[in-house]
């Protein structure tokens, strides 16, 4: 499998706190691999700086086998990468369709972009329910999956996603993460930065611990689920 995104040596500042310390991984093309770590590790950080967000102070971002570290952030939609940001930020005033439809901003295919809505509909159920609805009169679950869906409507061959279980109900994260599997399974890529790291260590092919801007540990997810210092730091109940 050929890597779609490589992370080389990126170092991020915030004034004078060195945030990330020359941060290195790759995300093979179908792969699910998961950022996890404590409150302030750098997880945030590192995805907000692959998405053009932050600027890196030095280091270098490939994606699809180009530098996109001079891309900006809302050109990189239409490179195939969506960001499914911390926080859900849907657009709280305009209706769950109208949410949608942002997400396709990049495309001008009308019929494929009908197949494309009609694909979510039928992957959240839920959200074709509430289609005139504004986005902010629903629960934090339902936000999360229009954020996902919205996502989904720029067609993208990879997503980043930050912390989507974060303040969901257990019912909720459990179908979230079912969700981001299935996603993956239709061939999108994904990069997951999450808290929960047993949940994200359960759906993911690979993984990294950041600790304190630095990444400490590396491996199959499946291999970190059982390394006893990734048990005693994530994992205990």
Not at 29 to 58: F, W, Y
Not at 86 to 114: C, H, S, W
Not at 120 to 131: N, S
Request: hydrophobic share 40%; net charge neutral.
């Amino acid at each position: 499998m050929e890597n779609i995104l490589e992370i080389r040596n990126l170092n991020v500042y915030y004034g004078v706190i060195h945030a990330i310390k020359d941060v290195s991984f790759t995300v093979r093309q179908g792969e699910i691999v998961t950022l996890i770590g404590a409150n302030g590790a750098g997880k945030t950080t590192t995805l907000q700086t692959i998405t053009g967000l932050i600027p890196p102070r030095s280091g270098e971002i490939i994606y699809q086998g180009k530098s996109i570290n001079k891309v900006p952030g809302h050109k990189l939609v239409s490179h195939g990468m969506a960001h499914v940001p911390e926080g859900r930020r849907v657009f709280a005033d305009l209706t769950v369709y109208q949410n949608l439809m942002l997400g396709a901003f990049t495309r001008n295919d009308k019929a494929a972009i009908e197949e494309d809505l009609e694909m979510v509909y039928t992957r959240f159920p839920r959200l074709k329910e509430r289609v005139s609805q504004p986005a902010g009169t629903l629960s934090g679950g339902e936000q999360q999956m229009l954020a996902m869906g919205r996502a989904l409507m720029s067609k993208p061959s990879m997503m980043l996603m930050d912390e989507p279980s974060m303040g969901l109900s257990p019912i909720y994260v459990n179908e979230i993460f079912d969700i981001i599997r299935k996603i993956n399974e239709d061939g999108v890529t994904i990069l997951l930065v999450e808290q929960n790291a047993n949940k994200a260590l359960n759906i993911a092919n690979r993984a990294y611990v950041l600790e304190t801007g630095r990444i400490v540990l590396e491996g199959d997810a499946k291999d970190l689920l059982t390394d006893p210092q990734v048990k005693a730091a994530y994992l205990s109940e």
